[in-house]
């Protein structure tokens, strides 16, 4: 079927079904008669959210083996302009209009362009920063990163407009399971077709070696700027995205920490794997909240969650240094037999 | 200007690395389909030669025309562009890649497209994908590597490593292709191989080709001229017969044990 159709339409109708999907789902959560459903959904929101950053960042740090220490800083680049967008610009017009259908349909309208221009300012500031900080490699690449991070950070601190120290509050709650499971959705779909490409080839090759990438006609800056420019749009979708679910942003959310925390779900799911930044998104994004039963046995009520949290990383990182799936995909770990047997057969065509 | 036709024309070019001079007023113009042979002691400045010419290294000194442009003001993946490609001396495999994808970045320049077509699989994407798997294959049959396309590089024993690096450096349908050592660290069997492929390439794709190589008898054998270099300086340059004669190149390989260097 998927051959004989153009490929716009192909695209628009997967996406279709994966609409139709998302909103079914989204209103199956929303009829489960549980107390504390409103707890789990924001789980699994911020679990969306998490996946969209690990996977962006690992288009610049697994693919592009550029790596990056600044992810929280385009997140918040993406969270705090959209969030400004909304609250000076498009909510004050939507209370303008009647309740209703239209609405409704505007609400969503400025959601989905207040979080692409977020996404675009976060993806100049990676431009920004890629430019110069190119030229560096490995240890330095992660410093300047750091510090790009940090001064974004230092810089919303100083704007009263948006809160400044005291946070960010009075953003709209228009984010939603749905949009947050789209973007996460399409933000796997990006990586895995770009990779599948020329583009990818090249950011692999780079990662591979930059001299021979360069001597087999690769631009190898322009490529180390395209992944930045990719994954810091997506990084600031997802930013805006969080603000507009969390409806409060506060810089201390975009410390450092939070980009360790995104690296960590990256290595750990083993660098250059799209699945593997995945599944290690989910499993950082519940472990914390399954531990948290853990300080009701503790002597005077001590939470332990970080100590515990960090051991298992640690752990992790000690028994398989390259990650959950290492540089393959969740289908070729456990294929990995079959893989080999293809490979020895001559390739179709 | 440059010199008419040439694929490429190197005039008087030099290089220092502080007080070294690696290189000094080499000069080397190559025609179309020539096959030129660069020979000399270890640390002659061969492989800095190579570097200067595919823009790794810019020259102090002199100027280099590919393709009758300069490449002075050229980052090394325009220069490929102008029709060069090369193979290191120490194997710069992707290794953690296919076979095939390392064939298929080799061609980069021929196949690329927009990230936005990616992500679109547009129809641009599906035709330059189909080409370049389709001359990847190619071009691995050629190599006799079409078995092992979906290997990572790395896993490749180290004959097939060599030719893979030729293979991927075809991809890129240079004019003129540069072979750093491809012989080395073959046993004599594969040597007699490659010498066989690097004739049929020449023929097949009518290219020039420079080769770096240290077994004598290959370069010989395979060669319509060789340029000889010692300490950095061009010492004598000729066809085989001549070169082979030269008592200066006598003298130079006389440093090194007469059986290696294979006069
Ligand atoms: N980047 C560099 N910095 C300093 N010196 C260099 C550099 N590159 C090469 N050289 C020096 O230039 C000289 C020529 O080196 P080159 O690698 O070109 O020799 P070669 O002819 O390829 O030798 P071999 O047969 O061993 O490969 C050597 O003395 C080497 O140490
Ligand atoms: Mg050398």
Redesign the pocket.
Known sequence: MTKSLPWWLRDLLWLALFVAVLVGLAYGLDAIPIVGMAYYNRILVLMGINITLAVSLNIINGHAGQFSLGHAGFMAVGAYFSAYLTFYHFAPRLDKMPAGTEQWLMQNVFLVIAVLCGGLLAALAGYLVGLPSLRLRGDYLAIVTLGFGEIIRVFILNIDKIGAARGFSGIPHWGNFFWVFLVCGLAIVISWRLVQSSVGRAFLAVREDQVAAEAMGIDTTRYKVKAFVIGSFLAGVAGGLYAHYTMYLNPQTFMFVKSFEVVAMVVLGGLGSISGSVVAAVILTFLPEGLRSVKDYMPGGRDPRMVIYSIMLIVLMLTRPQGLFGRRELWQVFGRKKKRDQSEAPPVQ | MANGNALLDARDVTIR??G?T??SHFNLGIQPHELVGLI????????????MLTGV?KPTEGQIFVGGVSTHDFKPYQITALGMARTF?NIRLFKELSVLDNVKIGGHIHYKYSAAAAVLKTNRFHEAEEAAEHDAIELLKIFGLENRAGYYAKNLPYGDQRRLEIARALSAQPKLLLL??PAAGLNDRETRDLLQTIRDIHKRFDIAILV?E?NMELVMELCERIVV?NF?KTIAQGTPGQVRENPVVIEAYLGEPAEAAGI
Request: glycine share 20%; proline share 4%; hydrophobic share 35%.
């Open positions: 690395f502080g070294l690696a290189v000399g002691p270890n640390g002659a400045g061969k492989t800095t030669v190579f570097n290294y001396q750093d050592e770096i240290h270099l950095g």
